[in-house]
């Protein structure tokens, strides 16, 4: 199982901008990397967004145009740029690794960072 540590979560105000961080344990270039969020009350993480093998990438329509995922396989990290953010974004964000990740699915064959909680102040 990969090891994966978030870094960069804080602060931010209302439009304002956040880079998270995320690195790997062991080489990812065979996993799928995503994010995912979770809120306090909720029992599951939501993804958020998703890169695969060949960096195509997918977004949760709520963080779409916002929110950039990008990864580096050299440096064994995944990324994710958020820009313009609002309260609503406020959550522990998680970084996943995986032979498939998707949004819905059962996610019991992850791996998973600590988390990193980013906060939006309006």
């Known amino acids: 199982e990969v090891l994966l540590v978030e870094s960069g979560g804080g602060s931010v105000q209302a439009g304002g901008s956040l880079r998270l961080s995320c690195t790997a344990s062991t080489p990812i270039d065979d996993l799928e990397m995503g994010w995912f969020r979770q809120t306090p009350g909720k029992e599951r993480r939501e993804a958020v967004a998703i890169i695969d093998k060949d960096d195509d990438t997918m977004y949760d329509q709520s963080v779409k145009g916002r929110f950039t995922v990008s990864r580096d396989n050299v440096k064994k990290a995944a990324y994710l740029d958020i820009v313009r953010a609002r309260p609503e974004d406020t959550a522990v964000y998680y970084c996943?690794?995986?032979?498939?990740?998707?949004?819905?699915?059962?996610?019991?064959?992850?791996?998973w960072g600590q988390g990193t909680q980013v906060t939006v102040s309006s």
């Open positions: 996943a690794a995986g032979k498939t990740l998707c949004f819905g699915c059962h996610q019991s064959t992850y791996s």
